[in-house]
Nanobody, 124 residues
Framework: QVQLVQSGGGLVQGGGSLSLSCAVS????????LAWFRQTPGKEREFVAA????????NYSESVKGRFTISRDNVKSAVYLQMNTLQPRDTAIYYC?????????????????WGQGTQVTVSS
């Protein structure tokens, strides 16, 4: 059973930066494609960024492209999301997700392993 444990997040002023981490255990990390999604109350889970199991393919939503960076560390079995130039509309609960042989899919249904979620709040 793959486990994803998230850390990071919190409160930041608009224009600031935050980073999220997601430690993955219980599986062969280098076989997993990884992604970040976010969700606000009453809305569906929204794709943020994804990275393929090889690390060669990255995929970003238009709303975060150029501001957020997804990366993975196969030695530490972790995936990261560096968020810069944060805006109030980025406020949400952020989730990491994993699927074996993932290729950067943006659909939540493509992922079968999820982290516990972490709150990111951006003040104006």
């Amino acid at each position: 059973q793959v486990q994803l444990v998230q850390s990071g997040g919190g409160l930041v002023q608009g224009g600031g930066s935050l980073s999220l981490s997601c430690a993955v255990s219980g599986g062969a990390f280098d076989l997993y494609g990884l992604a970040w999604f976010r969700q606000t109350p009453g809305k569906e889970r929204e794709f943020v960024a994804a990275i393929s199991h090889t690390g060669r393919i990255t995929n970003y939503s238009e709303s975060v492209k150029g501001r957020f960076t997804i990366s993975r560390d196969n030695v530490k079995s972790a995936v990261y999301l560096q968020m810069n130039t944060l805006q109030p509309r980025d406020t949400a609960i952020y989730y990491c997700a994993a699927v074996i042989y993932g290729m950067g899919d943006a659909r939540p249904v493509a992922y079968d392993n999820w982290g516990q979620g972490t709150q990111v709040t951006v003040s104006s």
